[in-house]
């Protein structure tokens, strides 16, 4: 399974992006997917991750009113659209899928995801 992540780049501070994340998976529909990010010298944290009917989304509290998940699973596709962006947001972002299908809630802990993205680069300056 491979996840393509999109969407990078560089921006000012209070600037916006949208990441993609695309699939070729034919059961992309069936599973929750998740977002997360790495810092320079810092864990791989928890962003934000949607179930698979996208019925429940769940945020990290520093990006919480900030960035929005959402997916699109006839174009299986996975969205994180991050609004006020802050220096603190920079980091690669990684997209995530769950590794059990049809699971109601979001996990937010990186073992519950078996396949991943290559990660894109989100740079903000101040």
């Known amino acids: 399974v491979q996840l393509q992540a999109s969407g990078g780049g560089l921006v000012q501070a209070g600037g916006s992006l949208r990441l993609s994340c695309a699939t070729s998976r034919g059961t992309f529909s069936n599973y929750g997917m998740a977002w997360f990010r790495r810092a320079p010298a810092k864990e791989r944290e928890f962003v934000a991750g949607i179930s698979y009917s996208g019925s429940n989304t769940n945020y990290a509290d520093s990006v919480k009113g900030r960035f929005t998940i959402s997916r699109d699973n006839a174009k299986k596709t996975v969205y994180l659209q991050m609004n006020s962006l802050k220096p603190e947001d920079t980091a690669v972002y990684y997209c995530?899928?769950?590794?059990?299908?049809?699971?109601?809630?979001?996990?937010?802990?990186?073992?519950?995801?078996?396949?991943w993205g290559q990660g894109t680069q989100v740079t903000v300056s101040s």
């Open positions: 995530a899928a769950d590794q059990i299908a049809y699971r109601p809630v979001v996990r937010v802990h990186f073992s519950f995801y078996n396949y």
